[in-house]
């Protein structure tokens, strides 16, 4: 079945944009409870990952994003040069990421977080290089859509692992301890106590 490469892309394009906005929605869920972690315990170290790798999977949904616009819109060279900036800022991130899973508890003890990190640092690498295999230089518009097909894929990866991992961490984290209700015989003994003590202190004033 022939496929228009034009609507194709941004049908990508359209696809990224509503992956991205689940996504950033998820972000103030993860704020939210980060606070709620931060009063509860100390600086956990993979915090530091967690903001590296939201900031890798905006890197990355913005590549299906806006280059498919640029491909559609203008001239092979402006797509091509847009791949570059926007994978040099991928590989960026990659390394950022890559840099935080090889520092000591970096990325904590979540395999989900470890077997995503490699997983897509391959496939960053094999999305640079395809457009320049398939389709030389500038490359044309379809010789992109295998590259723009891995960065969704890497970026729902991303997404999913981040999720597992934020489950299996709220899993550790302390719960709030419920205060056993106080019957009302002890009350009025409390009451009575805190009353005899203060009667006391008023005659030892006044003597």
Known sequence: MPVDVAEFLLA???????????????????????????????????DRYMRVAVRWVFVAYSLPLLLPLVLVFAEPIWGALTFLALIAMLLAATVGTVRQVLTRGGAGSSMPLILNEWITTAAVLIAFVLPWLI????????????????????????????????????????????????SRRGTRRRYAEESRDTRVRADQTLG
């Open 135 to 182: 389709g030389g230089w500038p490359p044309e518009p379809s010789a992109y859509i295998p590259s723009l097909v891995i960065a969704i894929a890497a970026s729902f990866a991303s997404t999913a692992a981040l999720v597992i991992s934020e489950f299996d961490s709220t899993i550790a984290l302390p719960r709030p301890r419920e205060e056993a209700p106080r």
């Open 12 to 46: 990508v394009s359209g696809v990224s944009a509503t992956l991205l906005g689940t996504f950033i929605v998820g972000v103030f869920f993860y704020l939210d409870l980060s606070h709620y972690r931060s009063a509860t315990s100390t600086t956990i170290p993979i």
